[in-house]
């Protein structure tokens, strides 16, 4: 048995090896998330005190919802793509002796008129269950993923998790959520329904600053004090950009500190270069190039909108608060 660190979460890792959990008393679980722009993939080990130690992780765009703000429903192109991924995770959990894999859509799936038939087609693929998970679900999942041990927080904690086809802002303490909020706002939604230039015109940046804006006028605006944790592809890649990360290296960003200051200058520069210019930039993968800008104008305007000069950057997201529901 190996142990050490996980590049992409800075989690403990035990056992990196395919084959059943080498660890006495821990039950391997898979989670599979998926989003409207990714499908991720992890697997852990918890122990009956409800440590995770996770075997490996992993993620693939598959853009699930592309078109579906063009079309009103996901194509079969997108379907099958990411029905390969599916197939393909849920098969690698297996190798890696996962006793129980849970399988959950969210923005995508949520919100196209096929969304339910697509997601039955994900599980006769899969040979397993695919939940669609409700706005709240989403929320109070992602919530226990970025404030459960070791990282739960005794003071005021909210947590802004921006994704493909929805956003989602949670509030509490002592891992407890005191309020939620899931808007139809995310990258890919966004992307599609306002920028159509490359690289974009500045009406179509302001369009896009006024949909977040109304978008975020039903959330109210935290009480002073507490922290901000930021979660999703849009997030970690400001972080990795800023870090100046020639690689995907998630370890080095997990829990480190970014100004709004510094995403508006991060946004500003990438409004300002075509689509080839921006799949250049160290940190930034090609197969979310096309979307990014979208991204930075939902983290910077939701970053004012809560009044935060700073946040906690994180990678832990949904298919870790999935781990919890392995088994109900």
Sequence with gaps: MRSGTDRESGDPVEDRQPGNSGRRNAKRIATLDIGTNSVRLLVADIDRSGR????????????????????????????????????????????????????????????????????????????????????????KLVFDAVSCPPWKQASRCIVLDIGGGSTEIISGSSGKIDDWNSVEIGCVRLTERTISHDPPLHEELGKARDEVA?????VEVPEPGGHLHCVGGTVTTFASIDKKLTKHEPHKIEGVKMSRESVESIERELSALRLEERMKIPGLSPG????????????????????????IVSTRGLRYGLLGTAGK
Aim: charged share 25%; hydrophobic share 45%; glycine share 10%.
């Design 52 to 139: 995770i130690v996770v075997s490996m992780r992993r993620g693939e765009v598959t853009r699930l919802g592309e078109g579906l703000e063009r079309n009103g429903e996901i194509s079969i192109a997108a379907r099958d793509r990411t029905g390969a991924v599916v197939a393909s995770f849920v098969e690698e959990a297996r190798k890696w002796g996962a006793s129980d894999i849970v399988v959950a859509g969210t923005g995508a799936l949520r919100s196209a008129p096929n969304g339910a038939n697509i997601a039955e087609h994900f599980s006769r693929l899969a040979n397993l269950p695919v939940r669609i998970l409700s706005g709240e679900e989403e929320a």
């Design 288 to 311: 979310r190039a096309d979307i990014i800008i979208a991204g930075g104008v939902i983290l910077s305007e939701t970053l004012n909108h809560l009044k935060f000069k700073e946040f």
């Design 214 to 218: 109304r978008a975020l006028r039903a």
